[in-house]
């Protein structure tokens, strides 16, 4: 169902070491698709092995998300909210991006 706000946290980086970067970009959008206006996201960045496959993110994983995410998410502005602290897979300690995507006016 469409849902004014979508809640998207900690998962990204789950999905692609499941399904592929393909695979987790298509769930993304299918989510996008049901926000009506705003869909908050956050993923392990650095910190995840290189075995989970994710991309590089380069310069930094926060520009790189925030390109992705606007690439992901047309008519989405792309917003980091700042860093926060977190847990990578092995309970290490780090510190990753929150975005939110909105969708400024009515583009639906």
Request: net charge negative; with cysteine; glycine share 8%.
């Amino acid at each position: 169902p469409e849902a004014d706000a979508v809640v998207f946290l900690s998962t990204w980086h789950h999905l692609v070491n499941d399904h592929g970067v393909d695979g987790a970009t298509e769930t993304l959008r299918t989510l996008w698709d049901k926000a009506r206006r705003v869909l908050l996201f956050e993923s392990g960045e650095a910190e995840v092995p290189a075995s989970w496959g994710l991309p590089a993110m380069t310069p930094t994983p926060e520009d790189w998300l925030a390109v992705y995410l606007a690439r992901t998410c047309p008519g989405g502005r792309i917003v980091t909210l700042g860093r926060h602290a977190a847990l990578g897979p092995d309970n290490e300690e780090c510190s990753r991006s929150l975005f939110a995507v909105v969708r400024d006016g009515d583009q639906r």
